[in-house]
């Protein structure tokens, strides 16, 4: 009995990068998506508080260049095969960081790049290879709303504390711990590849 268990066990299941949540559904699947992702979630709130280091007026521009080019993104997604952009988006979360980190909100225009290049980034490297037809169209729409709400919780979060000294330099520090857990897990991933 005992072995027939581990030999059970020890049947392989395939290994998907993006695998949808077990019961949730491909809409709650993909909308829960960009928290199971450490590169995503890493480049969205590095870019979330980024955005709302110079304030919800002033981001307008950002968040809307972050809106088509995440649109552009998941579209580009159904129709081509994606190699693996995950050192690509813990380089780009690493960047963000150090924006963030350094409080580089003076220069519009890097916002708004940074914002569409981040944007595609996260939503390019998003398909779920286990769905397919009607099913893999809810998916994407889940998780184009789950990385806008991501992004738009930490742009309230990082706007919310620019009021206060302290609380701007505690948006900086996670600016920085950010850039620095991408980096680590870059560097790790660089060395030891799978």
């Given at each position: 009995m005992?072995?027939?268990?581990?030999?059970?066990?020890?049947?392989?299941?395939?290994?998907?990068?993006?695998?949808?949540?077990?019961?949730a559904?491909?809409?709650?699947?993909?909308?829960?998506?960009?928290l199971?992702?450490p590169?995503?979630?890493?480049l969205?709130?590095?870019?979330?508080?980024?955005?709302?280091?110079?304030?919800?007026?002033?981001?307008?521009?950002?968040?809307?260049?972050?809106?088509?080019?995440?649109?552009?993104?998941?579209?580009?997604?159904?129709?081509?095969?994606?190699?693996?952009?995950?050192?690509?988006?813990?380089?780009?979360?690493?960047?963000?960081g150090?924006?963030?980190a350094?409080?580089?909100?003076?220069?519009?225009?890097?916002?708004?790049?940074?914002?569409?290049?981040?944007?595609f980034?996260v939503?390019?490297?998003?398909?779920?290879?286990?769905?397919?037809?009607?099913?893999?169209?809810?998916?994407?729409?889940g998780?184009?709303?789950?990385?806008?709400?991501?992004?738009c919780?930490?742009?309230l979060?990082?706007?919310?504390?620019?009021?206060?000294?302290?609380?701007?330099?505690?948006?900086?520090?996670?600016?920085?711990?950010?850039?620095?857990?991408?980096?680590?897990?870059?560097?790790?991933?660089?060395?030891?590849?799978?």
């Open positions: 005992g072995r027939g268990v581990l030999l059970l066990l020890s049947l392989p299941r395939p290994a998907l990068a993006h695998s949808p949540f077990e019961g559904g491909a809409f709650y699947g993909g909308l829960l998506h960009p199971g992702v590169a995503h979630l890493l969205i709130i590095a870019l979330g508080l980024y955005a709302g280091q110079s304030g919800i007026e002033k981001s307008k521009a950002s968040v809307l260049a972050f809106v088509l080019a995440l649109i552009s993104g998941l579209v580009g997604a159904s129709f081509f095969v994606q190699p693996g952009l995950e050192p690509t988006l813990l380089a780009a979360g690493a960047i963000v150090l924006f963030v350094s409080k580089l909100t003076a220069i519009r225009y890097l916002s708004v790049t940074t914002a569409a290049i981040a944007g980034l939503a390019y490297d998003s398909p779920q290879e286990s769905l397919v037809g009607i099913a893999k169209l809810v998916a994407m729409i998780t184009g709303l789950g990385i806008f709400i991501a992004f919780i930490a742009t979060i990082s706007e919310y504390f620019n009021s206060l000294t302290w609380q701007k330099i505690a948006v900086r520090v996670m600016g920085s711990w950010i850039a620095a857990a991408s980096l680590l897990v870059l560097a790790l991933s660089l060395s030891y590849p799978v």
